[in-house]
């Protein structure tokens, strides 16, 4: 089975601009959701999304929104893009609500604004 | 608010047995987890202890002290592979975050010498 996909891997942004990333879950998985791990440090979680409803939502401004989809999936968006929003943002899906607390991360989408 | 405390870096040599330690301050503790991730990799779980005592897995053995705000993750039989950073995380009624919205220490980078 596949694991947890985001895409894109790798993309690169200037100040002000937007962008989207996306990902899938593990098949059966309803819960997703998203962090922020700038380098050396550990992950930051940005907001946790089940049966397409926001259940959880970290410290971070309003220019980071999120959605879930019918099928699972999600996106994460962050608008006018600041230098410090270079990071790596994991996607993480787990079975749901009632999850013992393991999450399956995927590998990724690496941003680098400048 | 949430605060793990974690060392950064630790070297042990192949074979032997290594104990990373961390402790936490948080209101409406709800699980404590300890992820490996590679470098460049996403991080993977390892263990889950939500009650005080110890839970052994493989190589792999993770103790929780909830009155004293302390845990740590203990691996055996060290092998080159085992080099990575480890991630101690904790989950809170209280913040907000949902049933996947975990706190993350900043990690330990654990090397491995021959």
């Known amino acids: 089975d596949a694991g947890v996909t985001q895409s894109p891997t790798h993309l690169i942004k200037t100040r002000g601009q937007h962008v989207t990333l996306r990902c899938s879950p593990i098949?059966?998985?309803?819960?997703v959701s998203w962090y922020q791990q700038v380098l050396g440090q550990g992950p930051q979680f940005i907001f946790q999304y089940y049966e397409k409803e926001e259940r959880g939502r970290g410290n971070f401004p309003d220019r980071f929104s999120a959605r879930q989809f019918p099928n699972y999936s999600s996106e994460l968006n962050v608008n006018a893009l600041l230098l410090g929003d270079s990071a790596l943002y994991l996607c993480a899906s787990s079975r749901g609500m009632a999850s013992t607390g393991e999450l399956f991360f995927g590998e990724g989408s690496r941003l680098t604004v400048l | 608010g949430q605060n793990i405390d974690q060392p950064t870096e630790m070297t042990a040599t192949e074979g032997a047995i290594v104990q990373i330690n961390c402790t936490y301050q948080?209101?409406?503790?709800?699980?404590l987890f300890w992820y490996q991730q590679h470098a460049g990799e996403a991080p993977t779980f390892l263990s889950y202890?939500?009650?005080?005592g110890l839970e052994e897995k493989g190589r792999f053995s993770s103790f929780l002290s909830r009155s004293k705000g302390y845990s740590y993750l203990l691996l055996k039989e060290l092998q080159m592979k085992d080099s990575a950073s480890y991630l101690c995380a904790v989950r809170s009624l209280y913040s907000g975050g949902g049933a996947d919205g975990l706190t993350f220490g900043k990690g330990t980078h654990l090397i491995i010498q021959p």
């Open positions: 202890n939500v009650l005080d």
């Open positions: 098949s059966g998985h309803k819960s």
């Open positions: 948080t209101s409406g503790f709800n699980g």
